[in-house]
């Protein structure tokens, strides 16, 4: 698949790119893709819920009431579930959520999300540019030129602190690495601004 290369006026520069068919081309692969956002969503739980039972409830362990002849159940403490304010039976616990999931399968998911993006044409080549210091406005601006609108992910080759920083208070927008792109953020983003030297990086996983 081959895509034009624009600047960030959002004028063609007359170049284009072709982005690998393994990557961008495959039949997207639902259930992998189901997978890959489920621990995704697994892995942001803090799981830090928790609710007393009867051994951790602070209250009198005396017998509330005789034990026979009374016409109701027996009750030994008020720390029985069965009271107000009583433990909990079987209440959460803190634990972990996360999950492990296979690379290839978190892989399959990735480039499904990604081909799925680019048979949708969601997806724009920039031409690779530099910021002398962070802008939020100057950001702003390139994404107004590149007629981006809704949620967007630019995708870089490496960290850059000035085009981080840039984007980091605008909703909606994001800035990452290609190496940490995950199928979560590819699939909630309208649109996928792939600088010209991060398509190498997905070259190199084809």
């Known amino acids: 698949m081959k ?3 624009l600047n960030k006026e959002g004028q063609s520069t007359g170049r284009t790119v072709e982005l690998p068919e393994s990557v961008f081309g495959i039949e997207p692969n639902a259930h992998a893709v189901y997978l890959a956002v489920k621990q995704y969503n697994a892995a942001q739980r803090q799981g830090t819920h928790k609710a007393k039972e009867r051994n951790e409830i602070a209250r009198s362990t005396k017998k509330i009431k005789r034990q026979k ?3 109701t159940a027996r009750a030994g403490s008020t720390k029985s ?3 107000r304010g009583g433990g909990r039976v079987f209440g959460p616990k803190p634990r972990n959520y996360s999950f492990k ?6 892989e399959l998911a990735r480039f499904s999300a990604l081909s799925h993006k680019a048979s949708s044409g969601m997806i724009k080549v920039v031409e690779d540019f530099q910021m002398d ?3 939020t406005k100057a950001y702003i601006n390139v994404l107004n030129n590149l007629k981006v609108e809704g949620k967007s992910i630019y995708v870089l080759p490496e960290y850059n ?3 981080y920083l840039s984007g980091r208070n605008i909703p909606g927008a994001a800035v990452v ?4 792109l995950n199928t979560y953020e590819i699939l909630h983003a309208d649109t996928l601004l792939l600088s010209e030297k991060a398509v190498s990086h997905f070259n190199q996983e084809a």
Do not use: M, R
Request: a positive charge.
């Open 81 to 83: 579930p069965v009271f």
């Open 101 to 106: 999931l296979n690379k290839k399968v978190k």
């Open 69 to 71: 002849g009374t016409g």
């Open 3 to 5: 895509l034009e290369v």
């Open 161 to 163: 602190s000035n085009i």
């Open 133 to 135: 210091k962070p802008s």
């Open 177 to 180: 690495n290609a190496s940490d």
